[in-house]
């Protein structure tokens, strides 16, 4: 049985730095410190229990039609989900100002023979220990880079898990997971391999996710003193919410939602040093409010690399509201100062329309979905009891038809329940609706 959350599993990241250009032979080459979430702490790190991951019984689930995943084609030996991953960890590098990467087939192969591994082991982090499966490549990221002689003095590795066939959202929550933007947003990697693989485990899809992420020298420019904010000064849409088990190690436990991290990160020689960091709600301009948050730094929180420092609501933020985020500190002793704003994203109700309140055993029931947000890709319809429906077909995004079965009878309920969720396990939906079957006579 595999070991999933039944959301995102954010495993852990890894980072690699040598602070030397690596010239020498292949038995030293890339022999760098490693930094695993978790190790500072004494904490094992990797995937904590959750509960399963299969469809609730007498469920099914369905993938929606997904126009957002029709990607203009892959390349640089990149297959089509390996490409959506490269271009989401772009898209937020870009926007946060940092330079994109490009593929690397060295970092690649070394990223899709874990992810390969992760999926057929049933197991999810960056340590490999059945030597006799035909994915492994090396007991950790450092030795599987090693492993495909890929030269370096800056290396990196996020991996997830995702209960879903949609790339993109799986680089969505390890960009929420604070440890892992870290490495996303890092400045230093010039190169990134992802790994992925789409398997289907009790009913449910799962994706796993691996990027390595590298480096072959370190612009030896004087250390800049600019910040990466993420979000970004002016940013629309920022999410409200994270769940920090979902990250390991977790950066806020005995908490079960937060809000959306705040991050800052300097050049990774830099040291950052903190005296103010702070969010306000400015929604009233008039009487704007501080948030309540969590500060990690490295002094406090040795997860936290030297060069960065994050802010971490208590509660969800607000959905559609206005934000302003304060930073004051130095880094390397130099003094910088930074304000900025964003806007949370706004709640838009999805809501569900059937033809029919009722609908005679083994006719049509047609479903509309109003509100939908096409944006955030491929969705599940979760339908049960799964003996009263004979078929689901999609007629176009947000409409289809449901044809009965003729299960229904005196003994039991008769009443269908359909779910949309971004989940295929039918988790947390944002749409739900019921209709009646008539009994038989």
Known sequence: MRRRFPELVCACAVLFVSAFNLEADDETRGQATVRTPGAESGRPGGVKPSSSKSLPLETRSVRSIDTSEASPGASGGLNALQQRVLDRVNYYRTMAGVAPVRADVKLLDAAQAHASYLRATGTTGHYETNKSNPYYTGYSPFDRIKHQRYSYVSAGEVVASEPSSHPARAVDALMAAIYHRFIILSGDFTQAGPGVTLDTNQGAEELDVTVDFGAGDLTRSPISTSLTLYPFDGQQHVPTDFDPAQESPDPMPGHTLVGYPLSVQADSRGTVKVK??????????????????????????????????????????????????????????????????????????????????????????????????????????????????????????????????????????????????????????????????????
């Not at 029931?365 to 003996?387: I, M, T, W």
């Open 276 to 441: 103010l960091f702070e969010l306000q709600d400015i929604s009233s301009a008039d009487r704007p409010r501080r948030v309540d948050a969590k500060l990690l730094t490295h002094s406090a929180n040795a997860e936290t690399p030297v060069n960065a420092a994050a802010l971490i609501p208590i509660e969800p933020l607000a959905p559609g509201t206005a934000y302003q985020a304060s930073f004051a500190g130095s880094i390397n002793g130099e003094p910088v100062n930074k304000v900025w704003r964003f806007n949370t994203a706004d709640v838009r109700a999805v809501t569900m329309t059937f033809g029919s309140p009722v609908v005679a055993a083994g006719g049509v029931q047609q479903v509309k979905l109003h509100g939908l947000d096409s944006e955030k890709g491929a969705y599940y319809l979760c339908y049960s009891p799964a003996r009263l429906v004979r078929s689901l077909q999609h007629e176009t995004e947000t409409q289809f038809s449901m044809t009965t079965s003729t299960a229904c009878d005196a003994d039991n309920s008769c009443q269908v329940t359909v779910q949309a969720t971004y989940h295929s396990t039918c988790t947390q939906p944002f749409a739900v609706g019921t209709f009646n079957v008539s009994r038989q006579e």
